[in-house]
């Protein structure tokens, strides 16, 4: 027998030796590249949902769905448009679909349903229909394709679904499903379910937002927005940090596109007292850098654009997102599996020109809140109020609250919405005076002082403050609330005018 006659394909038309591919090696270096995690891959599935227009998607990862094969299995139903039988069987085959090079929605390479499933799992068995009981099936061998007893996508043929699987919500969809997920070793189910709403939700969250439903395990994906900025998102509390930088860029077809850049503070007065535990819960923890969304989806995350700047822990508290259209994927170096970008140097000069100045003061911002916090643990203007309150006569409202020893002290600093660069509040005895991180007063005098670690005058400037929340507060409780409040308001607004630079 020939060597050209070694190997035949499912028609029994001969395989060349000589071919590009070797269908018995090339099954298995594939299941090698490029996906990071189960999450990574199943997100590729949930792409060609959303390519096919579905609204809802069904992920299920089941460890005993199969009594024959070992390893989990996963499956990934939606109601998008489905596919006919000779789709299906060229959505199989690695390249094989239209999408290649498109640049119309989400997807890109056609790759993603054939690569992904085998880096994950030896069987890929799918179902699609575009009308009600009429689905069809074929499916990808890992074994047989290794064997060489595959070397072809067999013909779609009709089938009815697994009789497992939840019956599908409208007239058409697709089931994909993975068995023999041996990629997982001993990670236990309940840790990949968590893994997967806490991965899948960040990438997916502008599309939550919009309306689409993902579960895992019958549990709805809540969004998780790495600025945590988003009222929606299941983490939030952060502020934007300046206004969005737009960058229009001339693409090679001669269109215009834009580049979307946003930057937020977490709040780190407010939660830098958490655990550690719950700090990596939150996604506090390593969680600095930027996002970098490509058709509003998440396909990488880390410290780009940043120039020289290296990133440290303070970066934790500060982050970054960049928005593009798939029209720029060359300049974004965006790779074939979407999980990763190797942008082009002249993208990485155009934004990190601006894009480093923001870090480093975003870095320092993060210092000074650090240092303040540290200050203000033995804060020697508070130790004094506190001990010298017993002096003063207690204010009216506060009389029955508090005992021979005064009133105590608390100093915090927080971005507070209106022009008074402190407020006063009491309860329980203690009074918090808090100074507007948004003021300029702040930034221009309270923030100089702890850069240049001027004990001396910064413990002055805080018994000033706390002298005036005092006279505030005997205001106040005499029934002059209002005058307090415009008075108030009327000197931050001063204050700010006056230290305006000119």
Request: charged letters at 25%; glycine letters at 8%; one cysteine or more.
């Amino acid at each position: 027998m020939s060597p050209e006659a070694s190997h035949y394909q499912g028609d029994n038309r001969p395989l060349s030796a000589a071919s590009v591919v070797a269908p018995e090696t090339f099954i298995l270096a594939t299941r090698d590249t490029g996906y990071r995690d189960i999450a990574s891959a199943l997100a590729e599935l949930v792409d060609n949902s959303v390519q096919a227009a579905a609204t809802k998607i069904l992920i299920a990862v089941d460890e005993s769905r199969s009594a024959t094969r070992s390893g989990l299995t996963v499956s990934v139903l939606d109601n998008g448009s489905g596919m006919a039988a000779d789709a299906l069987r060229a959505a199989l085959r690695f390249g094989g679909t239209n999408r290649f090079g498109s640049r119309e929605g989400i997807g890109r390479f056609g790759m993603g349903l054939p690569n992904s499933s085998v880096s994950q799992a030896r069987r890929l068995d799918v179902y699609s229909w575009q009308r009600p009981g009429r689905a069809y099936h074929t499916y990808l061998d890992v074994d047989a394709i290794a064997r060489g007893e595959m070397v072809d996508i067999p013909i779609p043929q009709r089938s009815a679904l697994p009789a497992d699987f939840k019956k599908p919500s409208g007239p058409s969809g697709t089931l994909v499903v993975w068995s023999e997920c041996d990629r997982l070793g001993r990670i236990r189910l309940p840790r990949i379910i968590a893994k997967l709403r806490q991965t899948l939700g960040r990438i997916y969250r502008k599309y939550l937002w919009r309306g689409l439903d993902i579960q895992v395990n019958a549990h709805r994906l809540i969004s998780v927005d790495p600025l945590f900025v988003d009222s929606r998102a299941e983490t939030n509390g952060g502020r934007p940090y300046g206004a969005p930088l737009r960058y229009e860029i001339t693409t090679s077809a001669g269109r215009v596109s834009t580049v979307e850049v946003r930057f937020s503070e977490l709040p780190l007065i407010e939660w830098a007292g958490l655990s550690d535990e719950e700090k990596r819960q939150r996604g506090i923890v390593g969680g600095g850098g930027a996002s970098i969304l490509r058709a509003s989806r998440e396909i990488d995350y880390g410290w780009y654009f940043m120039g020289k700047k290296r990133r440290e822990n303070y970066d934790d508290w500060w982050r970054c997102e960049v928005s593009f259209s798939p029209e720029l994927d060359e300049l974004f170096g965006v790779t074939h599996n979407k999980q990763g970008i190797n942008p082009d140097a002249s993208l990485i000069a155009l934004l990190g020109a601006d894009l480093e100045p923001i870090a480093r003061s975003l870095n320092a911002r993060v210092r000074t809140a650090f240092q303040i916090l540290k200050d203000k643990a033995a804060s020697p203007s508070v130790t004094a109020a506190s001990a010298n309150d017993r002096f003063l006569p207690p204010p009216a409202a506060a009389v029955r609250r508090v005992n021979a020893g005064g009133l105590k002290y608390r100093l915090d600093n927080k971005p507070i919405a209106g022009p008074e660069f402190y407020s006063v509040h009491l309860r329980r005895g203690v009074v918090r005076v808090t100074m507007n991180s948004d003021h300029p007063f702040f930034w221009r005098v309270y923030r100089q002082l702890a850069d240049n670690t001027d004990k001396a005058h910064r413990d002055v400037v805080e018994r000033l403050l706390l002298a005036a929340a005092r006279a505030d507060l005997e205001a106040v409780t005499s029934g002059e609330r209002q005058y307090v409040v415009r008075l108030r308001r009327a000197w931050g607004d001063a204050l700010a005018a006056f230290l305006e630079v000119r």
